[in-house]
């Protein structure tokens, strides 16, 4: 009988991207997707570890998950991704009922380890190797059919900021051939997306068979079928003059930056080993605004990271002012076992003071948003369409090229179609349009 396997995502668009990788690998083997944990043989949690709250929002996923072990004891249950790799075996300690702990380069024995765990006396499967070479490359990816998917071209990070875990739980980077993405985007173009987005941790620095990120987007861009092309997430240091040119050759990678900033003080930036200085970055911002005055830019920053200062503090509040950001994402520090930070740096910022700065950072950008956005109303934009709006089905939603959320009159709209439309209204982060010649 055919078995089913259910997954569950948490955190990043990389996990999305995986979770269709670790279909594509059971699908081959036999496997059939469950539309519900309750109809699935195999279950399976492809975690996020980057906050503690994401791991403890699985921890409780699992409680829950535990009443279906023991109505069906022969169901596998699994931990995938990145909380798999950080507490290995040690998950199992408060979660007995877990039968496998599988890290992000060991999907490729996914379906032997499910295999293994399927002997009711067998021992928890644990594989956390991480491999410095695997892209998997020649792996169908078997995604979701829609407008936009994913292609994972970059695995791991060699940053090592002091705050994040991702380098410890997700290894060295590597990235993978340009062959292999163009012929992924290809066939991605024929199943009927119509938008990609290439995913990495710091896209900028990808580097493969004598192809840097401005080759790869130039070969993606020649892709027929293809309306637009995204990135996230490159990193300020390798943001090349010769990258933000390319960018400006070519119309259909969208008109978006997001751009991760951390911090406004020079100071903070060099203690959490980010490589560069404020100062740095407002003048790669200064270059990004006279090569790409069309694009919008959004950012990533934390506050009350160790030893952040009221003076330091306010001068993200300066660079966010001078920057403009269209969005941010925006979070308050918290520590993470297993990081130079958390190794070296006392948390010594109160929690309500970190509260406090959040509230006042987010206060300022929201501000900056509206302006940004509203600025948009009597302008045309050409809006890929997503599909129905979930607040009024008579309504599509779709996207800018510069990445703005825009819901347009349906009727004759089918998802995919890339309309022109002139901008009639707008919030902080949602613009409304009509169709142009409708
Ligand atoms: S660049 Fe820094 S913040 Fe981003 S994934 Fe790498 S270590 Fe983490």
């Excluded at 765990?117 to 190797?129: G, H």
């Excluded at 925006?330 to 006392?346: L, Q």
């Excluded at 929201?366 to 309504?395: C, F, H, Y």
Aim: hydrophobic residues 40%; contains cysteine; glycine residues 8%.
């Amino acid at each position: 009988m055919t078995r089913r396997v259910f997954i569950e995502t948490y955190g990043c668009q990389m996990n999305e991207a995986d979770t269709e990788l670790m279909f594509g690998l059971l699908r081959h083997r036999g496997y059939a997707v469950a539309d519900s944990a309750d109809e699935a043989d195999v279950v399976l949690l492809n975690t996020c570890a980057v906050r503690e709250r994401a791991e403890e929002r699985v921890f409780g996923r699992l409680g829950w998950f535990k009443a279906l072990k023991e109505r069906r004891p022969e169901v596998v249950l699994g931990v995938a991704g990145c909380m798999a790799e950080r507490l290995r075996e040690s998950l199992v300690e408060r979660a007995p009922h877990v039968d496998l702990v599988i890290g992000p380069d060991a999907y490729r024995r996914l379906p032997q380890l499910i295999d293994a765990a399927d002997d009711p006396a067998a021992d928890v499967q644990v594989d956390v190797r991480l491999d410095k070479r695997e892209t998997y490359r020649d792996v169908h990816v078997d995604r979701v059919p829609g407008v936009s998917g994913w292609i994972s071209i970059q695995r791991g990070c060699d940053k090592f900021c002091t705050f994040c875990i991702v380098p410890f739980v997700r290894g060295r980077e590597r990235s993978m051939a340009p062959a292999e993405v163009v012929e992924q985007a290809r066939g991605m173009a024929s199943d009927g997306f119509r938008e990609i987005t290439l995913l990495g941790q710091t896209v900028s620095s990808y580097y493969e068979r004598g192809h840097d990120f401005a080759d790869l987007l130039r070969l993606v861009h020649d892709v027929e079928g293809l309306h637009r092309i995204r990135y996230t997430s490159p990193y300020p240091n390798d943001f090349s003059d010769r990258l933000l040119h390319t960018l400006a050759e070519l119309p259909r990678v969208g008109r978006h930056i997001h751009l991760p900033v951390q911090s406004g003080s020079t100071r903070v930036l060099k203690d959490m080993k980010r490589g560069y200085t404020a100062e740095g970055f407002l003048d790669l911002i200064g270059r990004v605004r006279r090569i790409l005055p069309d694009h919008a830019l959004s950012t990533d920053i934390i506050v009350g990271y160790p030893g952040e200062t009221e003076d330091d503090f306010q001068r993200t509040l300066d660079l966010v002012r001078a920057v403009q950001f269209d969005f941010a994402f925006m979070f308050h520090y918290s520590e993470r076992e297993g990081t130079f930070a958390a190794r070296r740096r006392a948390d010594d910022i109160p929690l309500e003071v970190k509260k406090d700065r959040l509230k006042r950072l987010i206060a300022v950008q929201e501000g900056i948003s509206k302006i940004r956005n509203t600025r948009m109303i009597g302008r045309t934009a050409d809006v890929l369409v997503q599909g129905p709006s979930r607040r009024d089905p008579q309504q599509v939603v779709g996207r800018t090229s510069c990445f703005r959320t825009t819901i347009l009159p349906g009727e004759g709209l089918e998802p995919g179609d890339l309309v022109p439309a002139r901008i009639v209204g707008g919030t902080s982060h949602t613009l409304f349009g009509e169709t142009i010649g409708a």
